[in-house]
Each structure stands twice: as structure tokens, then as C-alpha cells.
């Protein structure tokens, strides 16, 4: 299932562009962006988790963008992710600090005020991890977090992750200031970051993410 999600995205980008005139000079654009997210974890057994308090971190990264067809691109990112996830009964909550690679089919439509769709996979890898834990933890829970009896505490066994991006925004393309860019995004982990065989306790365990981000783009060439 999961590989036939990835096949069904490559075969709606190809077509994508194939279907579109070609313009007379590409859009490349080059530039930053940086915002927030809002992080859960799927687990399977489930956890416990704050649906309304979800974990914030920042996001930040660099974008690249070409396209030769008037509707359809391809956009591919550098990014730093804050990633975690906060428990409800008993306030710990872990930080994790992934860098990730989107490459991504950018489908955009008007001229200077656009609106735009992102789609496509993502890899990434863990950098960084810490544990949140409050003062207020109970005695009992407080002794299963020191001792690591508790299976999601555990320390990350998978630090690689690959998943689904999708995202909706809209840009200004201004005619000497480059172009300004808000986006609302949804990524989506098809790997675990703790082992999932027959034999361990979780069948999954894998990041959902919410994020919204504003990019400031220089293009380099222009379509006259």
C-alpha cells in the first residue's frame, strides 16, 4: 500500500506535466522559509495524547523551485524539523530535531497572485532527541520513565523516516522583490521509529505533522 502511494504520486506528476504547455523561458526560484508545527505520533497500540495541545516546534529551511510548463513544477526542500509528542495523563513530551528533504510536484495557478499545491515524498533523519518530563509526574510514572519500562520512552531504534508531503498556499510573484509565499502543509511518515516486527510491542509509530510556513523566493529568470 505504502508503495503504491508513491507510484500513484509519480504518475500523477508525470502526466501533470506533460499536459502543460511549455513556457518560453523556465522559472527558477531560489530562497528561505521558516514557520511552526504542530506534531502527534500515530502509535499502534495507541498512546495517550493531548489532541488539542499537540507539540510546537519551528521549521526552517531552504526551497528550490523550477518549472517549464505554465501549470506544473518541481519543488525540492532542505528543512529542520522540531518534531515530538505530548502525553496526555502524564505530561512527558519528547523533542525531536529531524532534517528532512521534500521533493515535491508544485502545481500553481494565476499569474502574480497565485495559489498553489504541493505534493510529493519526503525523506529524513534523526539528528537530535530529548525527553520533556514535568516536575509533576507522579512517583509511580517517574520510576518507569528513569527505568525505560514503559515501551515508548525507549529510545529511537529508526532514525531514518520517509512519508507523504501535500500543501496548500499562495504566493505573490512581485516584479523586482522577488516572490512571498504562505503555505499550510501536512506531512505524513510512512516508517516507524522504533522496530515493528511481529516480535516487538509496536506495529507503528510514526510522525504526523501540521505545519504552516511563510518562504520568501528570488527568481532568476523571468518569463517575458
Known amino acids: 500500500m505504502k508503495h503504491h502511494a508513491f507510484i500513484i ?3 500523477f506528476c508525470s502526466v501533470s506535466a506533460f499536459a502543460q504547455k511549455r513556457l518560453l523561458r523556465p522559472e527558477i526560484s531560489f530562497g528561505a522559509q521558516g514557520g ?18 499537540c507539540y510546537l516546534g519551528p521549521t526552517a529551511g531552504l526551497v528550490f523551485r523550477y518549472a517549464e510548463h505554465k501549470v506544473c513544477g518541481i519543488q525540492v526542500e ?3 524539523m522540531q518534531r515530538g509528542w505530548r502525553e496526555s495523563n502524564t505530561g512527558y513530551s519528547r523533542q525531536m530535531d529531524y532534517i ?41 510514572w ?24 501535500g500543501g496548500l498556499g499562495v504566493y505573490y510573484r512581485s516584479r523586482l522583490a522577488g516572490t512571498y509565499q504562505l503555505e499550510a502543509r501536512f506531512n505524513y511518515s510512512l516508517g516507524s521509529f522504533f522496530r515493528s516486527t511481529q516480535m516487538d510491542y509496536f506495529s507503528a509509530a510514526n510522525h ?4 504552516l510556513t511563510f518562504a520568501y523566493l528570488w527568481e532568476f529568470k523571468r518569463k517575458k
Open 100 to 140: 528532512e528533504i521534500p521533493m515535491l510536484c508544485h502545481l500553481s495557478f494565476g499569474r502574480r497572485f497565485r495559489g498553489f499545491i504541493n505534493l510529493g515524498p519526503q525523506v529524513g533523519y534523526l539528528l537530535h532527541e530529548k525527553e520533556l518530563t514535568p516536575s509533576s509526574v507522579p512517583n509511580a
Open 78 to 80: 532542505l528543512n529542520y
Open 36 to 53: 511552526y508545527m504542530a506534531s502527534m505520533v500515530n502509535f499502534n497500540p495507541s498512546v495517550a495524547q493531548q489532541p488539542l495541545k
Open 208 to 211: 504526523m505533522n501540521l505545519s
Open 9 to 11: 504520486l509519480l504518475i
Open 142 to 165: 517517574a520510576d518507569k520513565l528513569s527505568s525505560k519500562e514503559v515501551h515508548q520512552y525507549a529510545q529511537t531504534e529508526k532514525p531514518f523516516d520517509w512519508g507523504l508531503a
